[in-house]
Structures are given as structure tokens and as C-alpha cells.
């Protein structure tokens, strides 16, 4: 079993950064991935990691803004954002799969985290 908890959220403004973390508790599982929604959009996928070789895979949408890596020793992932745009605005979940898969297997991931709300506006 693992419990992710996310920390980090809050309001910046445009071109501003953040950064976000998720930590699994019980063990680190083989995929992390960030996956965001919007009032009123459907869930995306943002980007995801394998932990045990740090193989990463970002969103087209964020690729080049958006960083995730991890520290093993602590169980947690980050996800740093920079350059944020108000449609970067959205609830930010951490999920997790025993498998190796990626955010466009949103299926394969059975643990998730409570989220955490990322604002940004001028």
C-alpha cells in the first residue's frame, strides 16, 4: 500500500514558479506521475518518473517548463514550475502505479494523493 501526500500549492503570478512535492508513504512505488484538473476541464496528465532510474516524461503543454525528479532516500518527487501561465491554474495530484506506466496510462495508477491547488493570476 502507499499514501502519497502532496505539499506546495499556492498563488503566483504569471512567469512565476513553484514548486511542488509528493511524498509515499510505505515505499516508493515504480511510477509517479502529476496529473492536474481544472474547474469544468478534464483531468490531464502532466508528467511522470520511474524513481529506481529517474526516466521522465512531460505533457507538451509544460515540456520545457516543468521539471519532476526525485530523492529516493526520502520517498518523495518533485515538480518544479516555472514560467507558469494562468492555464497552469488547477488542482495538482500525485498518483502512483506499481507498474511501469506513464500519465497517458491513467489506469494503471491506483494510489492518489488529496491534491493541491495551484493559482496563478495577476
Known amino acids: 500500500q502507499v499514501q502519497l501526500v502532496e505539499s506546495g500549492g499556492g498563488s503566483v503570478r504569471p512567469g512565476g514558479s513553484l514548486r511542488l512535492a509528493c511524498i509515499a508513504n510505505?515505499?516508493?512505488?515504480?511510477?509517479i506521475s502529476w496529473f492536474r484538473q481544472a474547474p469544468g476541464k478534464a483531468r490531464e496528465g502532466v508528467t511522470s518518473i520511474y524513481p529506481d532510474n529517474g526516466s521522465t516524461w512531460y505533457a507538451d503543454s509544460v515540456r520545457g517548463r516543468f521539471t519532476i525528479s526525485r530523492d529516493n532516500a526520502k520517498n518523495t518527487v518533485f515538480l518544479e514550475m516555472n514560467s507558469l501561465k494562468p492555464e497552469d491554474s488547477a488542482m495538482y495530484y500525485c498518483?502512483?502505479?506499481?507498474?511501469?506506466?506513464?500519465?497517458?496510462?491513467?489506469?494503471?495508477?491506483?494510489?492518489w494523493g488529496q491534491g493541491t491547488q495551484v493559482s496563478v493570476s495577476s
Open positions: 510505505g515505499r516508493m512505488p515504480r511510477s
Open positions: 498518483a502512483a502505479a506499481d507498474t511501469y506506466s506513464t500519465f497517458n496510462a491513467v489506469s494503471d495508477y491506483k494510489y
